[in-house]
T-cell receptor, first 115, second 118 residues
């Protein structure tokens, strides 16, 4: 069975500092994709970054980077230079490729950026 | 351009009533997903459509839940005889291409329908 674990229910970070949101996963699929989404209070899920299990390099998208450690089955999101607008819920998600269409989401981390 | 839209945004139903939730995906998007998000939880997969074909309905919690996408565009999630445990936000997402094997397929989410069953 596939599972995503996010152990930090809430995090605080000072504006302009970097923050790491943890995500560990479990899957028996040899190939899979890992995703991070942001969900502001408005409710809409916003895609941030993607990492394929066979990608050699860690994914980066602007201020977002994904620290992918395959052996540890972790896919932590790093947000650099935090902004007040980064305050939101963040979800880690995964999709295996062995005939499944399911995306599995974690329980989320609520990030609060302090001025 | 227009994103994914859902209606109604809020729905209050008395226990036992039937409800229908609508999703308008981005025009031309082949893949469509429904998710259920309980308070304080992450989204849970309900079902997946590729055009009009429902290829995966393994996440539907009971036979009271039914989804359709008859013309491969608009989709409706119907819940019969609603129960209090059905109270949640129902999210719809669409993706441009069909979900095949590996690779990256960005999902575009709608704002959700918040269903409250009293």
């Amino acid at each position: 069975a596939q599972k995503i674990t996010q152990t930090q229910p809430g995090m605080f970070v000072q504006e302009k500092e970097a923050v790491t949101l943890d995500c560990t996963y479990d899957t028996s699929d040899p190939s899979y994709g890992l995703f991070w989404y942001k969900q502001p209070s408005s409710g809409e899920m916003i895609f941030l970054i993607y990492q394929g299990s066979y990608d050699q390099q860690n994914a980066t998208e602007g201020r977002y980077s994904l620290n992918f450690q395959k052996a540890r089955k972790s896919a932590n999101l790093v947000i650099s230079a935090s902004q007040l607008g980064d305050s939101a819920m963040y979800f880690c998600a995964m999709r295996g490729t062995s005939g499944t269409y399911k995306y599995i989401f974690g329980t989320g981390t609520r990030l609060k950026v302090l001025a | 351009g227009a994103g994914v839209s859902q209606s109604p945004r809020y729905k209050v139903a008395k226990r036992g009533q039937d409800v229908a939730l609508r999703c308008d995906p981005i025009s031309g998007h082949v893949s469509l997903f429904w998710y259920q998000q309980a308070l304080g939880q992450g989204p849970e997969f309900l079902t997946y459509f590729q055009n009009e074909a429902q290829l995966d309905k393994s996440g539907l919690p009971s036979d009271r839940f039914f989804a359709e996408r008859p013309e491969g565009s608009v989709s409706t999630l119907k819940i019969q005889r609603t129960q209090q445990e059905d109270s949640a936000v129902y999210l719809c997402a669409s993706s441009l291409v069909a979900l095949l094997g590996g690779g990256f397929y960005e999902q575009y989410f709608g704002p959700g329908t918040r269903l409250t069953v009293t």
